[in-house]
């Protein structure tokens, strides 16, 4: 189609020329002075590159841009441990965080794989990695308060998830296993930090951060604390901030404070998701059929301001 264009333009060009010699011979031989200049030619020339310009569209040119998407894996990590029902958030601590959670899936592009993590003594993959948001967000419903809690295992956890196999703290004096690096995920966990049990929290961090993880934490809760209702008893519990910090500042991640649930969407804007650029075809027909459009019209705008008429 380019060929095209070039070639009726080419040929429009020529038979132009062509007009204009005729007419000025017919012009000279009835004796009417012929007049030249810039009057004379713009306005067909502009038509004409209008023309070339729509057989242009008409192949659907595209251009290959950079397109900023935001990208990579989220593992969103709950605390689903008795203390999570405590109500020093509206309606509890737990509901808060899954109010917030679902509000943060469904605002994310496809581009964004999220998995989620529900922890108490152990971790319970509940939702592998995927970008079908809608199952991520079902899974996030139905989580329900039990038993301890164990911030290592629920660190421990979603790497599994991430990399796709096992991972378990070393035995001194061995090495830490090897998990690659992937700078493009993130965990956001999601707890009030009070550890109930191993494996170790901050060293569970420290394997996160060798294998390039982020771990965002936000703790639900405040730090004057509540109590909770277990087999009768009252316990008390309290947000444990130095441990979340602690957790986030090893892995290069941040902490968020959340002590409703407005502080929990704000959290959650402030996570440190991967903006990258990738390559992808745009097409251009829009663009050159308004640039054509344009030539158009300002063709037909100086002929009639010149001449009295379109053609």
């Given at each position: 189609m380019f060929a095209v264009a070039l070639v009726v333009g080419v040929a429009c060009v020529l038979g132009l020329r062509r007009l204009q010699r005729d007419r000025a011979r017919a012009y000279q031989a009835a004796g009417v002075p012929v007049r030249g200049g810039t009057r004379?030619?713009?306005p067909p020339i502009l038509f004409l590159a209008a023309v070339v310009f729509l057989l242009m569209a008409v192949a659907r040119p595209q251009a290959t841009l950079g397109v900023p998407r935001t990208s990579g894996t989220v593992m969103l990590a709950f605390d689903v441990s008795n203390s999570m029902g405590a109500n020093d958030?509206?309606?509890?601590?737990?509901?808060?965080?899954?109010?917030a959670a679902i509000a943060f899936v469904e605002a994310q592009p496809t581009t964004v794989d999220i998995g989620v993590i529900a922890f108490s003594q152990g971790a319970l993959s509940t939702h592998t990695p995927a970008n079908r948001h809608?199952?991520?967000?079902?899974?996030?419903?139905?989580?329900?308060?039990?038993?301890?809690t164990s911030i290592g295992q629920a660190i421990l956890g979603s790497l599994t998830a991430i990399v796709g196999r096992?991972?378990?703290?070393?035995?001194?004096?061995?090495?830490?296993?090897?998990?690659?690096?992937h700078t493009d995920a993130t965990i956001v966990l999601l707890t009030d930090g009070e550890d109930t049990g191993g494996p170790d929290a901050l060293a569970a961090a420290e394997l996160a951060a060798n294998a390039g993880?982020?771990?965002?934490?936000?703790?639900?809760?405040?730090?004057e604390g509540s109590t909770v209702d277990?087999?009768?008893?009252?316990?008390?519990?309290?947000?444990?901030?130095?441990?979340?910090?602690q957790i986030a500042a090893a892995t290069g991640g941040g902490y968020?404070?959340?002590?409703?649930?407005?502080a929990l969407d704000a959290a959650y804007r402030?996570?440190?998701l991967r903006t990258t650029i990738e390559p992808q075809p745009i097409e251009l027909t829009g663009p050159v059929v308004a640039f054509a459009l344009l030539l158009l019209l300002a063709g037909a705008a100086l002929t009639i301001h010149w001449f009295g008429r379109i053609l």
């Open positions: 004379r030619y713009l958030i509206t309606p509890t601590r737990l509901a808060a965080a899954q109010a809608a199952e991520t967000v079902d899974a996030i419903k139905r989580l329900r308060v039990t038993g301890g096992p991972v378990t703290l070393p035995e001194p004096p061995a090495q830490p296993p090897d998990l690659g690096y993880v982020h771990i965002q934490t936000v703790g639900v809760g405040t730090v277990i087999d009768g008893y009252q316990v008390s519990t309290a947000l444990n901030e130095d441990l979340l910090t968020h404070r959340a002590q409703d649930a407005g402030d996570l440190d």
